[in-house]
């Protein structure tokens, strides 16, 4: 319940920061094809958001948990990477947190190449904190967070996401143990 109170507060925050208006998504030209907005190659928050991608997450049946809980530590370490390339920036007085280059973003990208099934909580957490990310970045790009704030509240959202990966990946890795023994 703190979690989903946690997120409600980010969503809330980067809604009211982007004045209820975000970024229109750009569609691809296929029918049937995915309407996530396209981040360019390069994996620095300017092109996009690291978490735009999610036509490689396929909701089924067949996943696997351990595979999984190894996914969410993946990107709860890409993120915990960002947060403190940040924080670095913070302490060099930079003010430019759209320059750095995210391990968040390289991950995606690469897990991106291929499809993948997830169960239904590893999606909702991953859409939860795309929709938190991609909020806070779209409020930086648009200036409706103060030049000076842009870097901690950056941090904060990367830190927030890390955050939730690693209790993702403890409850997967908890339900993977319990099914081994069962089996």
């Not at 004045?19 to 996530?36: I, Y």
């Not at 089924?60 to 960002?82: I, T």
């Amino acid at each position: 319940m703190k979690q989903i109170t946690v997120y409600t507060f980010w969503i809330g925050l980067a809604m009211i920061l982007t004045q209820c208006v975000s970024s229109q998504p750009t569609t691809t030209t296929s029918k049937g094809g995915s309407t996530a907005r396209t981040a360019a190659t390069t994996n620095d928050l300017e092109n996009g958001c690291p978490l735009d991608k999610m036509n490689w997450l396929v909701v089924g049946k067949e996943f696997n948990e351990a595979e999984l809980a190894q996914l969410a530590n993946r990107l709860s370490d890409a993120a915990r990477s960002d947060a403190q390339q940040l924080n670095e920036m913070i302490a060099r007085g930079d003010a430019s947190p759209l320059a750095i280059t995210s391990s968040l973003k390289s991950i995606v990208e690469g897990a991106s190449q291929s499809k993948m099934q997830v169960n239904d909580e590893f999606y909702k957490e991953y859409v939860s904190n795309r929709m938190a990310i991609c909020s806070i970045l779209d409020a930086l790009r648009k200036g409706s967070i103060k030049k000076d704030e842009s870097v901690k509240a950056t941090e904060n959202a990367f830190r927030n996401v890390a955050q939730s990966f690693d209790e993702l990946s403890k409850n997967l890795k908890e339900k993977a143990a319990r099914k081994a023994a069962g089996n």
